[in-house]
């Protein structure tokens, strides 16, 4: 008679990865990339060259600013906890939790994100001109670095938990848009471009992946 303790012990659901999954995220990083390229290149010709752009942009920041100007004091304080500490913390953190659960790529790709991003982020603002300003501000940094460390995060939890911390992340990099726009010290192009650098960073890493992927399978 079989038992348990005769019978092979085998997975009773084997994780069975499609053939085609490598070559998604491989097209699906190419596309993300190139949009976020895209999108960070568009946010400097027409929000920032453009003479017209420049405008308009100054215009919706000046806007934002006076709706929150009872708080003013209150959104830079909040502004003020993104330092270079507290991102260190929050990246230890990242790493601590990912580690617990033997998601040694997640924590790689997480902390890649918020590097790479953000030398990009600094990059462009170092190179790119302003007509007009003293010194460039696109990309926004906070909004770069805000919207990799929610990623990060999202990549090292648990799946049951998520989406709870995806829809928490949107709220939180939803706030910190309109916050550097309200205090004064980005343009609504700078946020747009902090996505697009985000976007291409990110779907760099999903090709780096699946070519990680194509090439385990040989």
């Given amino acids: 008679m079989t038992t348990v303790e005769t019978r092979p012990t085998v997975p ?5 990865r499609p053939a085609g999954a490598w070559a998604a995220r491989v097209v699906g990083g190419l596309v993300l990339g ?39 004091g209150e959104v830079l304080d909040l502004l003020r906890l993104v330092s270079v ?6 990246l230890v953190a990242i790493a601590v939790i990912g580690l617990s659960r033997r998601r040694v790529g997640a924590v790689g ?8 991003s953000q030398a990009i982020t600094q990059g462009l603002k170092a190179v790119l001109p302003r007509e007009g300003a003293g010194e460039n ?5 906070h909004v770069t670095v805000i919207s990799a460390l929610v990623i990060a ?15 928490v992340g949107l709220v939180v990099v939803a ?8 205090a004064g010290w980005h343009r609504p192009g700078d946020v747009l471009a902090a996505y697009g650098v985000i976007a291409a960073v990110g779907g760099g890493l999903l090709v780096v992946d699946g070519l990680r992927r194509a090439a385990s399978r040989r």
């Fill in 153 to 167: 995060t999202v990549l090292v939890l648990p799946a049951a938990l998520r989406y709870v911390a995806a829809a």
């Fill in 137 to 141: 501000s696109l990309p926004s940094g």
């Fill in 85 to 90: 500490a507290s991102v260190g913390l929050a």
């Fill in 34 to 72: 190139v949009l976020g390229t895209v999108l960070t290149a568009a946010s400097w010709l027409l929000l920032v060259d453009s003479s017209s752009g420049r405008r308009l942009d100054h215009t919706v920041m000046v806007a934002v600013e006076n709706v929150f100007s009872g708080v003013r």
């Fill in 109 to 116: 790709a997480g902390v890649v994100l918020v590097l790479v």
């Fill in 12 to 16: 009773l659901h084997p994780v069975v």
């Fill in 175 to 182: 706030g910190a848009s309109v916050a550097v726009i309200a």
